[in-house]
């Protein structure tokens, strides 16, 4: 089976919220640099750095694991 149009969609967001939450994953999760995910979901580096910047911010001030800025719980 064919997986490519599946993989896409992770690789490949189409929709800005999406493209945020894969780009911090990448971040966060993967551990790859800010400017190297800028470059692969077409982000501005300065834009990656307030996404992260916001991100962080978001959860100092809320539980992280309770609610999320992309996901309706």
Known sequence: MDDT???QFFEQPAH???RQYE???AVFI???PQKE???QFGFQ???MR???YEFRQHCDMNDASQESPFFEI
């Open 5 to 7: 149009p599946y993989r």
């Open 45 to 47: 580096y300065s834009t």
């Open 37 to 39: 995910v800028a470059e």
């Open 30 to 32: 993967d551990g790859r």
């Open 50 to 52: 307030q996404i992260v």
């Open 16 to 18: 800005s919220y999406h």
């Open 23 to 25: 780009a911090l994953r």
